[in-house]
Structure formats: structure tokens, C-alpha cells
């Protein structure tokens, strides 16, 4: 057995998750390993569309220029009858709260590239390929790491044992944290003792995904085909590239001698093909699998230092098109506290938040995700054309489909780091995210994040008061004043909505605390400040 090393964090699995934590922990200063079981990425297409807060999440790690050029922006989604008549339409901005299209379209292997090539870039960061772990153990102290095993110790470092392709020899390395990124078999979920727990959802369906130069009848957003004996789901990827998905029963298999017939059948609507395989040569079939779309949730997302993200803490039916983001939520929440609390001493219940303010939120996800399977695809019971006559009926009300739309990412729950004070009139801006803007920067246009930088931040339209300054000071946090920025008046607005002089912004760019309009002060700095080591310093700061 090899020598034993420490790392500050060990990243186990280096899909989109993964690289992008090691990545956004790259920023932050703190050095990872990633251990992946295959050499290279995944060739072939998956997930398909992230929406604008995604889209910010790239724009943190400086790789949102290069997605712009390979994504295609989309209007939104339409839900038709078995006839493809509209039901209704859910629009999407080409310019969203966070800055962004509110959704894009792009092809995974290439957002994959794109991240691997930008963790090349970054000297924090070390990825191992052909590398397949076969245990994750915390240790008994946190002094000691050496060549024993003892029981597992919640605030011990963390014990990680691996093989290396073509080599039955079994390695270690410890770690301070580990990211459990390693998809729905994960084997940190099995390490750190947690079953699923059951959302209700599960459907067989096919997924189809296509290259061709024939014309095709669409759109320029995604179709949803609400037909409660063959519901279909399909969307242009790019210029040539196009995703159907059926839910077909088990005997219509795609395989064979009668494939292409059964395939040409269920393509119809869209795109006429030839009756001979042999003339469509110009409709290629990228790819076609069966997928099984679950709906679950881990039971615990942590275990000492270790944490599960994406695919190994949730499943998503991927009505809603949220599965990817979600875990790339994921790496955006954790990664800013992890790094707080191993490089600047924060107190280790700054961890407990991210499954507190994590797993509600995906929660809600999940369950809007089943809603649209179930209403509007799923189910083949005597409700079931009542249901879809109902949501058609709803959705023609004003404002619905907006409300829908917003609904996919929700405020985060009260917790130490979103103080929500008792509602009065306006809208609560804790939990929720500070929208981006373009703004004026040393005489460029800027995005809002860009002036920002990584860290707290507050953003006032009033004067900074005293306790405002210390609360600044004591978190290294930049004091911004909305009319210093030239942007469009969308920030005064914001604020002046959720009658808020001023609001403190965490690294992850969610209001943590605000300061109600002419009192001065933020909320309930008493909350958080033990959190990130800042009660000392901030002991002026808080309110009398």
C-alpha cells in the first residue's frame, strides 16, 4: 500500500456537480482532488437545459461566455393536447432575474468540456481519472491521520480508499471534507448509513436523442404532450439537434427488425421520414435509452465532513427540466461555507445549513416536477382528462403561468443565515437572490456579480449607518449604494419593494439579512454572527 496524503477536500465523482464545486472552492482558495471512475466524460447527450440562476452559477467560475456560444436560448414550455393543440404556454424571459435567459438549451458533453478545461486551468484543483473509490470512512480524531482505522467520529477527517484502473492494489488519502458527487449509485450515500426516501414517482420512459437536416415542425421552446396513452416530451437542442421523450409500454421496443417503423410512427407530428431506414441517412439517431424517472430525496445529505450533491442527495423526473440545476444549486450553497469553515475557522454548524436550506428547496422541486408528470402526463386514470382540463382552465388566469414559472425556485427557509423579519407589506427579500442587473464599473459595463466579487456584500440605497459599516467590516464585505451602480433602476426598485434600505448579500448572492426601511439596522445579526466567527467583532453592530 502507497504512502497515505492529506488533502483539505476529496470531490468523489467529477461530472458537472463535482467539477463545478471544485471549481467555486477553486475561487475561494481551497485546493481539491477529484476522483472519477472513467477516463473521460460521457460522450453522449443528457441533461439539456439549466436555467438563468444556473447560467450565474457559470458566470461565478468565468465560464459563462464560453456556455453563451454553445447554448441556444428557449421562449419557454408549451403544454399541448394528444392533437398538439395548446393547452397553455409557460413564457421565459430572454432576460431573467439573475441576468440571464431564464432557460437555455445546450448539449452536456460540452458544458463537460468546457468545465474540465477551465479546472485545468486552476492550480487548486487535481483530477484523477480511471480512479474508482471503495470506501469513505471517518476517522476517530481530528489530529491524527495515519494507517488505522478506527470508528467513525463525526468530527474526525475522513478516510478515503480507492483502486486505480488495471490495479487490484488498494490506496487511501484522508481529507478534511469529502463531496460525495457520485450520482444515484452513490457510495457515499451508502457511507454515511442514509436510505432514499420515496416522493411517489416512477415511470419508464425512452429518450431519443437525434441529429438531422430534415424540416421539423416545432417551435423554439419545448413541447409537452399531455395524452394519457402516449405522453411525449420534445425540444430543439440546437441547430440541428432535437430530444423526443415517450412513455412507451414494454412491449413497444424500439430495437429490432420494426424499430424504425415504430420510430418513424412516433416522430410523425414533428418530422416526416422515409418508410426505408436506409433512405434517412440524414436523420441520425444520436442516442436512445430507457430511462426509469424516479422522484426521491436522501434521508440525511451529511455526515461529518461528508456531504452528499446532485443525483446522490435527490432524483428529479425531469418534467421541469431542474435535475442539473439542482445539484449545481447544490455546489453553489455548500462551497462558500466550507471554505469559511476550513480556512477561516467558522463554526462547523455553519455546515448543518446546507441540507436545512438544500433539502426543503429541492423538496419543492421534486414535488412540482411529479405535479407536471402526473397532471399533465401521467396517469392514465378516469381523473386524468379532468385534470388537464382543470390546469388548462387555471393557467388562461392572469399571472398563473408567471407565478409557475417563479415557483421553480422558491425563497430559501428561514434559517441562521435567512433572517426573515415578521411580514408587513412588500415582499421579503431574505432567502431570495439579489437580481443582476448590468451596471457601470470603472467606466465598463458590467454584470452586478462582477463588481461584487466572492465574498458578503452589502448593497444600501440609503447612507451606510454605523452598525451597517461594523456588520461590513467585521465580514470583509464591500458596501455598495444602488445609485453608484447606473444600472437601470432595477436594484433601487427591488429594494423598494421589499422596503429595504439596505440588504446584506452572502457569497452565494441570496439576501441573508436586510435593514427594514428607517430603522438603521439589520435584523438579528445575533443569528449568524456566531456562525462565521464574527460575534467579537460585531458585538458594536448589533442593535440595542
Given amino acids: 500500500m502507497k504512502a497515505a496524503s492529506r488533502r483539505p477536500v476529496v470531490i468523489i465523482g467529477a461530472g458537472p456537480v463535482g467539477v463545478m464545486a471544485a471549481l467555486l472552492l477553486a475561487r475561494l482558495g481551497v485546493r481539491s482532488l477529484l476522483l472519477e471512475r ?19 452559477i457559470l458566470q461565478s467560475v468565468g465560464v459563462h461566455e464560453e456556455f453563451a456560444a454553445l447554448a441556444r436560448p428557449a421562449p419557454g414550455l408549451r403544454l399541448l393536447d394528444a392533437r398538439r393543440r395548446v393547452i397553455t404556454e409557460f413564457p ?21 468540456r468546457l468545465l474540465r478545461d477551465a479546472l485545468a486551468r486552476r492550480p487548486e484543483c487535481e483530477l484523477w481519472s480511471g480512479v474508482e473509490v471503495v470506501s469513505v470512512t471517518q476517522s476517530v480524531t481530528q489530529s491524527v491521520a495515519r494507517d488505522t482505522d478506527g470508528p467513525n467520529d463525526p468530527t474526525g477527517p475522513v478516510r478515503v480508499a480507492f483502486r486505480r484502473d488495471g490495479s487490484d492494489e488498494e490506496e487511501h488519502l484522508w481529507a478534511d471534507a469529502v463531496l460525495g458527487c457520485d450520482g444515484a449509485g452513490s457510495l457515499t450515500r451508502d457511507a454515511i448509513g442514509t436510505d432514499w426516501e420515496d416522493l411517489h414517482f416512477e415511470e419508464s420512459w425512452r429518450v431519443i436523442d437525434v441529429r438531422t437536416s430534415r424540416p421539423v415542425r416545432t417551435w423554439e421552446g419545448a413541447e409537452q404532450i399531455c395524452c394519457p396513452t402516449r405522453p411525449a416530451t420534445f425540444m430543439r437542442i440546437s441547430e440541428d439537434r432535437y430530444r ?15 424499430g424504425w417503423e415504430r420510430l418513424r410512427e412516433l416522430v410523425a407530428p414533428w418530422v416526416d421520414l422515409p418508410p426505408d431506414a436506409s433512405q434517412g441517412d440524414d436523420f441520425e439517431v444520436i442516442r436512445q435509452a430507457q430511462y426509469t424517472f424516479q422522484a426521491r430525496l436522501a434521508g440525511r445529505w451529511r455526515r461529518g465532513r461528508v456531504f452528499l450533491l446532485g443525483d446522490a442527495a435527490h432524483l428529479t423526473p425531469p418534467f421541469v427540466g431542474q435535475g442539473l440545476c439542482a445539484g449545481l444549486r447544490d455546489a453553489y450553497n455548500l462551497t462558500w461555507k466550507l471554505a469559511h469553515v476550513l480556512q477561516q475557522g467558522a463554526h462547523d454548524g455553519l455546515l448543518d445549513t446546507y441540507e436545512r436550506e438544500r433539502k426543503p428547496h429541492a423538496r419543492h422541486v421534486i414535488r412540482v416536477a411529479v405535479a407536471v408528470g402526473w397532471a399533465m402526463t401521467g396517469g392514465q386514470d378516469r381523473g386524468a382528462a379532468f385534470r388537464r382540463a382543470v390546469v388548462g382552465t387555471v393557467c388562461r388566469i392572469p399571472g398563473v403561468t408567471e407565478a409557475v414559472s417563479r415557483d421553480l425556485s422558491p425563497a430559501l427557509t428561514a434559517g441562521p443565515l435567512v433572517r426573515r423579519r415578521p411580514r408587513l407589506t412588500g415582499r421579503v427579500l431574505a432567502g431570495t437572490f439579489c437580481p443582476q442587473p448590468w451596471v457601470r464599473h470603472d467606466g465598463r459595463r458590467v454584470r452586478l456579480d462582477d463588481v461584487l466579487g466572492d465574498s458578503f456584500a452589502v448593497l444600501t440605497a440609503v ?10 467590516t467585521a465580514l470583509g464585505a464591500p458596501t455598495i449604494h444602488a445609485d453608484d451602480l447606473g444600472d437601470d433602476g432595477t436594484l433601487a426598485g427591488w429594494l423598494a419593494r421589499g422596503r429595504a434600505d439596505a440588504v446584506l448579500l452572502r457569497p452565494d448572492r441570496v439576501v441573508m439579512d436586510t435593514v427594514p426601511a428607517g430603522t438603521g439596522d439589520f435584523t438579528d445579526t445575533v443569528a449568524w454572527a456566531p456562525l462565521l466567527h464574527t460575534a467579537r467583532r460585531t458585538a458594536d453592530a448589533r442593535p440595542a
Avoid at 412513455?247 to 430495437?255: E, M, T, V
Fill in 92 to 112: 421565459r424571459s430572454m432576460h431573467g432575474h439573475h441576468g440571464f435567459p431564464q432557460t437555455s438549451m445546450f448539449n452536456q458533453p460540452e458544458l463537460e
Fill in 244 to 258: 423526443w421523450e415517450f412513455r412507451l409500454a414494454d412491449d413497444q421496443n424500439l430495437d429490432g427488425p420494426d
Fill in 38 to 56: 472513467h477516463r473521460d466524460i460521457y460522450p453522449l447527450p443528457r441533461a439539456v437545459v439549466v436555467d438563468d440562476e444556473i447560467r450565474r
Fill in 463 to 472: 447612507p451606510p449607518t454605523a452598525q451597517m459599516t461594523a456588520v461590513a
